[in-house]
């Protein structure tokens, strides 16, 4: 990785701007992962946090360790901090019965590593909270819906024209459920033939590091929750939060919850 990524994290969080909430209650995962603590048991669990900013979640559980590739957000943390990449996590295998990522996947190059980390880290049995921005909008770093159509060039004014057709939801499921069929007739082949877990499928997206001009300007990828959820079921984990077939092919968005089976995947 090179240190672009790092050096925009340092300066937006070393600001007041950048994922700023105020208090905990505000940070728009906070009563979701609240919830999930009380449904798995995990307040007294060793939690990680992947992304995990200024620190708005960390007293969520009370054993909860930081981890965050910006270095400026150590001074916001009163619990554990480790400074990294999400594709190499300085820990053990099996350190941790929990981990929860939010808004935080998409900002990862090459997202399948980190995935895989995550996997690896967790014990047998562990939760895994998987909430990044699915599906991140290309023209998000270009500002296209922010932006006045008097900034813009010829080009750019068409695309901003057209994005009220581009982001329906019956336009992008023109796309991706054909896609999602693709991978899930792929998973079947695989799973059957030789029982092969599925590569993790998205698309690259290039980051505006410059200005962040509006939400997700920043992503490096655009990811597919089923993609996630074909991953980690090909590696013998359940989906928890999508439990039949119907409800994971049509999943849109939100926080899909794993619970890892080590001693069983198929790998």
Request: charged share 25%; glycine share 6%; proline share 6%.
């Amino acid at each position: 990785m090179t240190t672009a990524p790092k050096e925009f994290y340092d300066k937006e969080f070393a600001g007041v701007r950048y994922a700023h909430y105020g208090r905990p209650e505000a940070h728009p995962f906070f009563a979701e992962l609240s919830r999930r603590v009380d449904q798995f048991g995990l307040a007294d669990q060793r939690c990680l946090e992947i992304g995990c900013g200024r620190g708005y979640l960390q007293d969520v559980v009370h054993d909860c360790t930081g981890f965050d590739l910006s270095e400026s957000v150590r001074a916001c943390l009163h619990k554990p901090f480790v400074q990294g990449d999400a594709t190499h996590l300085p820990f053990l295998d099996g350190s941790f019965d929990a981990i929860w990522t939010y808004a935080a996947l998409e900002h990862v190059p090459q997202p399948e590593l980190a995935l895989a980390e995550m996997r690896r880290v967790l014990r047998d049995g562990g939760i895994l909270l998987l909430a990044p921005a699915w599906q991140c909008r290309p023209w998000a770093a270009a500002g296209l819906a922010v932006r006045s159509y008097h900034d813009l060039s010829f080009r750019l004014k068409i695309e901003k024209a057209l994005l009220p057709v581009r982001d329906s939801v019956l336009y992008r499921a023109l796309f991706i459920l054909p896609r999602r069929a693709l991978g899930w007739l792929m998973h079947r082949v695989a799973r059957h033939a030789a029982r092969h877990p599925t590569a993790f499928r998205y698309r690259v997206l290039r980051p505006n590091y410059q200005e962040p001009l509006c939400a997700d300007s920043d992503a490096v990828n655009h990811m597919d929750p089923y993609e996630a959820i074909l991953w980690f079921t090909s590696r013998g984990d359940e989906c928890l939060s999508h439990t039949t077939a119907l409800r994971r092919f049509f999943v849109r968005t939100g926080c899909v919850v794993f619970r890892i089976r080590k001693q069983t995947a198929h790998e």
